[in-house]
């Protein structure tokens, strides 16, 4: 049974920062960071492939960095310059298969999933 355990979450002021980790039991071809609100569909924050190739969406460029210990089989995801709208429960995902040099922003692209863990950005 794959497992994927995030950490990190928790409650900050804007313009602060997180930084989420990801362990899992499975050496993926890439991973993703993704988050969601209720209400809305799970959006793709961050994704990386098994040679550190990292991929962000528009609304986290230049503020997050996704970033992985191989040896270690941990996700990480640093979170800079915080804005309310970065409020929301965010997931580790992991792919299975052979795509080694993949980068997907897409949850369809991703078969195991973790449990999340809440961010709160709020003054």
């Known amino acids: 049974q794959v497992q994927l355990v995030e950490s990190g979450g928790g409650s900050v002021q804007p313009g602060g920062s997180l930084r989420l980790s990801c362990t899992a039991s499975y050496s993926s071809p890439y991973m993703g960071w993704f988050r969601q609100v209720p209400g809305k569909e799970r959006e793709g924050v961050a994704a990386?492939?098994?040679?550190?190739?990292?991929k962000y969406s528009d609304s986290v460029k230049g503020r997050f960095t996704i970033s992985q210990d191989k040896a270690k089989s941990t996700l990480f995801l640093q979170m800079n310059s915080l804005k309310p709208e970065d409020t929301a429960m965010y997931y580790c995902?992991?792919?299975?298969?052979?795509?080694?040099?993949?980068?997907?922003?897409?949850?369809?692209?991703?078969?195991?999933w973790g449990q999340g863990t809440q961010v709160t950005v709020s003054s």
């Open positions: 995902a992991a792919a299975s298969g052979t795509a080694i040099f993949r980068r997907s922003l897409v949850p369809d692209d991703y078969y195991y």
């Open positions: 990386i492939n098994s040679i550190g190739q990292p």
